[in-house]
């Protein structure tokens, strides 16, 4: 049955005056509605993490771990499954869709750090299906299972590229943190004879110093738990301008000597530490 358009009708008046003919157009046809078990299949199947063959290591399938993640695990009859979590890796919980038709339990390896949890499982039947979910004390897994007549995986594990990534982080910048300041500094190159005085915020410098050429201003370890605060250079009038630095571990090292220099941070209630330097001499205590 063909569907008919309604037209306005004042718009059909005017073509019956002007003698034109009426004409009415099929409507097109209704998109059909998806319905939310669409939605959730879709889903899933996006989702879904199927073995590659060139994530296979000898007989055990490595997929990259991902938040979300829907792996596909093949098992069949009279095979068993092993499902090998991190190493350190503390199992809280599995739960199975279906634990009539299939064994799954857990055990684990090795000891110390490098102790690993396996989460074995084992249908009792070809042309089975259901989900396992795995929780631990770092993320949780999604696995779907289906059996088949002979083909089953020996065995899973993942690569976390996340941690490794948090790990060469780490790593980059502890050896930033231990990197000398500066390279080719003289002891007897060094002149300490700057005061630190003004508000006593976490922050507040250690001391400053410099080699003739560059300044150099310690800060507390805290430095890099808040919010670091800008430098000011001073001139004689009292004008303060942003000068040029750069963080080393926790050192502002600046390309240039100066006189005075405040560090401020806030805006209503703007803490300020000046730094200046005096003339050489016995070294003054620091100021208050």
Not at 47 to 54: G, N, S, V
Not at 168 to 175: D, G, V, W
Not at 184 to 202: I, K, M, T, W
Request: aromatic letters at 8%.
């Amino acid at each position: 049955m063909t569907r008919l358009h309604f037209l306005p009708i004042q718009w059909v008046s005017a073509c019956l005056l002007a003698g034109a003919p009426v004409v009415a157009t099929a409507a097109p046809p209704a998109r059909p509605a998806v319905s939310v078990v669409d939605r959730v299949a879709a889903a899933n199947q996006a989702a879904m993490r199927e073995p590659d063959r060139q994530g296979f290591l000898n007989a055990v399938q490595v997929f990259p771990y991902a938040e979300g993640a829907l792996y596909h695990v093949y098992t069949a009859p009279e095979r068993v499954t092993d499902i090998a979590l991190q190493p350190g890796e503390t199992l809280v919980a599995v739960a199975a869709g279906d634990t009539v038709r299939w064994v799954i339990g857990d055990t684990s390896s090795g000891s110390g750090a490098g102790k690993r949890t396996h989460i074995l499982v084992k249908p009792f039947a070809a042309g089975l299906a259901t989900n396992v979910v795995i929780t631990t004390d770092r993320r949780s897994y999604h696995l779907s299972l289906t059996s088949t007549t002979a083909t089953a995986m020996a065995a899973l594990s993942w690569t976390y590229p996340h941690d490794a990534l948090i790990a060469l982080q780490r790593a980059a910048a502890e050896k930033a943190a231990a990197a000398p300041v500066a390279a080719g500094l003289a002891l007897e190159q060094l002149h300490f004879n700057y005061v630190v005085s003004g508000d006593r915020p976490a922050w507040r410098p250690l001391r400053a110093f410099d080699d003739g050429r560059q300044t150099f201003i310690e800060f507390p370890a805290s430095l890099g738990v808040g919010e670091a605060p800008p430098l000011f250079l001073v001139d004689a009038k009292g004008d303060a301008q942003l000068v040029n630095y750069r963080l080393q571990g926790r050192f502002y090292v600046v390309d240039r000597l100066f006189d005075t220099a405040e560090l401020r941070l806030g805006t209503k209630k703007q803490q300020i530490v000046r730094i200046t330097r005096v003339a050489d001499g016995p070294q003054p205590r620091r100021g208050s």
